[in-house]
């Protein structure tokens, strides 16, 4: 499983951009992907996971601000990241969890990152205020 994220870069407090991260060699029908965040701390946060039904979910910090979705035919993840602040700042990395672990179609409960098996290369987003 080979995943390719792009679409990072740097631009002012309150602008958008939507990463993206190709996904290619991933067989199964059931997955969890999610997109995860490496800033200044060094410490990896969940930000967004989608699983095979289409059910979301979002870290606190980003909720109404941040659309995590699947391109069709369901190769590809999108992060689409709005009314962005200058805690955004990170590495932002797609990953998706072990055709095993995702086998039911669903992402585990509290997932994490210990239950993602396969990671993009970061793509950098830089936010100043």
């Known amino acids: 499983v080979r995943m390719v994220a792009s679409g990072g870069g740097s631009l002012q407090a309150g602008g958008s951009l939507r990463l993206s991260c190709d996904v290619s060699?991933?067989?199964?029908?059931?997955?969890?992907l999610a997109w995860f965040r490496q800033g200044a701390s060094k410490e990896l946060e969940k930000v967004a996971t989608?699983?095979?039904?289409?059910?979301?979910t979002y870290a606190d910090s980003v909720k109404g601000r941040f659309i995590i979705s699947e391109g069709n035919p369901k190769k590809s993840l999108y992060l689409q990241m709005n009314r962005l602040k200058p805690e955004d700042t990170g590495t932002y990395y797609c990953a998706a969890a072990s055709e095993w672990t995702a086998a039911a179609g669903r992402c585990p409960e509290n997932v994490g990152e210990g239950d993602m098996q396969y990671w993009g290369k970061g793509t950098p987003v830089t936010i100043s205020s």
């Open positions: 060699g991933y067989v199964a029908s059931g997955y969890c």
């Open positions: 989608v699983d095979s039904y289409g059910m979301t």
